[in-house]
Nanobody, 122 residues
């Protein structure tokens, strides 16, 4: 069993930065790929970024490439999403997910957190 929990969301002005954390219990987390998805009210959940189990491979949505950085610390069982140059359209609930392979759709990930809210004001 893998349990993940997100934190670090909040309110930030456009152009600002925020770092989200995804923490898991145990050491199993370190062997899984981890991704961030987001969902704005009334919209579909969309892929944001993903990182391989080793941290050596990453994948980003075009909308966040160059602004967001995903990384992981397997000693701490934590994955981070550093969000810079935030835009109002980044406002959403952000979800962390873990799975056995790197992918850009929700179907590659079987373990999901409850989400953390990010609001970017203009």
């Amino acid at each position: 069993q893998v349990q993940v929990v997100e934190s670090g969301g909040g309110l930030v002005q456009a152009g600002g930065s925020l770092r989200l954390s995804c923490a898991a219990s145990g050491r199993t987390f370190s062997s899984l790929a981890v991704a961030w998805f987001r969902q704005a009210p009334g919209k579909e959940r969309e892929f944001v970024a993903a990182v391989s189990w080793s941290g050596g491979s990453t994948k980003y949505a075009d909308s966040v490439k160059g602004r967001f950085t995903i990384s992981r610390d397997n000693v701490k069982n934590t994955v981070y999403l550093q969000m810079n140059s935030l835009k109002p359209e980044d406002t959403a609930d952000y979800y962390c997910a873990a799975g056995g392979k790197l992918g850009a759709t929700r179907y590659e990930y079987g373990h999901w957190g409850q989400g953390t809210q990010v609001t970017v004001s203009s």
